[in-house]
């Protein structure tokens, strides 16, 4: 069994930050594209940034470009996202994934998720 649990969501003003983890238990996913999603209510989960298995190479969707950062650590089956100048947009579940597949964009590439960390940026 492989679980992934999200920590570090929360309530922040506009042009603030957080920084999201998301610990993995059960096996090793070292080998894994670590990826995270975002649903907001009524719309359906969006790709946000993945970071290949062997760390080479991040992706991050348009919205977040220049902003968000996301990280690993493989040591510890752990990966991050920064967060920073926050908007009222980012507004979201935000869900942790892993997944051994290219096609890293969507949620057909990942095999396990997390059960979600509220984000919710005030104006």
């Known amino acids: 069994q492989v679980q992934l649990v999200e920590s570090g969501g929360g309530l922040v003003q506009a042009g603030g930050s957080l920084r999201l983890s998301c610990a993995a238990s059960?096996?090793?996913?070292?080998?894994?594209?670590m990826g995270w999603f975002r649903q907001a209510p009524g719309k359906e989960r969006e790709f946000v940034a993945v970071?290949?298995?062997?760390?080479?190479?991040?992706y991050y969707s348009d919205s977040v470009k220049g902003r968000f950062a996301i990280s690993r650590d493989n040591a510890k089956i752990t990966v991050y996202l920064q967060m920073n100048s926050l908007k009222p947009g980012d507004t979201a579940v935000y869900y942790c994934?892993?997944?051994?597949?290219?096609?890293?964009?969507?949620?057909?590439?990942?095999?396990?998720w997390g059960q979600g960390t509220q984000v919710t940026v005030s104006s």
């Open positions: 994934a892993a997944g051994p597949r290219i096609n890293y964009y969507t949620t057909d590439g990942y095999d396990y």
């Open positions: 059960g096996r090793t996913l070292s080998s894994y594209n």
């Open positions: 970071i290949r298995w062997d760390g080479v190479r991040t």
